[in-house]
T-cell receptor, first 112, second 115 residues
């Protein structure tokens, strides 16, 4: 069974701290891994990591894929209160058509 | 360009009532999806439609039906609502069947409460 697991499920830090969120996966025919940020409404796309693009960076956010360990991390440096959100990791699987399998999400809270 | 839209935003039902959640996308995407999100469980796929005219079950299809009305619209129906269906429902769409080169775009969600 395809599975995606995130840790921690919840994290509370102070503004300015650096955080690392984890995602591990067990899927057949791995192709890519996606990170989403969800504030009050719909998830919004952050990064896609593939075998040919194992590291992505955008401002204070960066993500690395470790294909050997079947995992990915999402780093956020110099956190701000606006980074408070649920961060979701997802992996596409092929079962007739492509579908996303999501992890449980990490709820990140940044206190001022 | 509105992206993915969903109606209604909020709904309260009594056990046994029926309702249809509507979803539409204006990005000319082939594939559309319905998810539910419960606390601590991420998003779980209910049904999906890889292309117009096709629908398939996802991870948690029981108690739901779907209709891909045309390329733009994908509706989710609860025939006899149960308290276990209290959740936030998200519709999503993607451009091609291959998510390796694309991502899914999500609607704003429908918060459903079944009493």
């Amino acid at each position: 069974e395809d599975k995606v697991v995130q840790s921690p499920l919840s994290l509370v830090v102070h503004e300015g701290d650096t955080v690392t969120l984890n995602c591990s996966y067990e899927v057949t025919n791995f192709r890519s891994l996606l990170w989403y940020k969800q504030e009050k409404k719909a998830p919004t796309f952050l990064f896609m990591l593939t075998s040919s693009g194992i590291e992505k960076k955008s401002g204070r956010l960066s993500s690395i894929l470790d294909k050997k360990e079947l995992s990915s991390i999402l780093n956020i440096t110099a956190t701000q209160t606006g980074d408070s959100a649920i961060y979701l990791c997802a992996v596409p699987v092929i079962q007739g058509a492509q579908k996303l399998v999501f992890g449980q999400g990490t709820r990140l809270t940044i206190n001022p | 360009n509105a992206g993915v839209t969903q109606t209604p935003k909020f709904q309260v039902l009594k056990t046994g009532q029926s309702m249809t959640l509507q979803c539409a996308q204006d990005m000319n995407h082939n594939s559309m999806y319905w998810y539910r999100q419960d606390p601590g469980m991420g998003l779980r796929l209910i049904y999906y439609s890889a292309s117009e005219g096709t629908t398939d079950k996802g991870e948690v299809p029981n108690g739901y039906n779907v209709s891909r009305l045309n390329k733009r619209e994908f509706s989710l129906r609860l025939e006899s609502a149960a308290p276990s269906q209290t959740s936030v429902y998200f519709c999503a769409s993607s451009n091609t069947p291959s998510l390796s080169t694309d991502t899914q775009y999500f609607g704003p969600g429908t918060r459903l409460t079944v009493l």
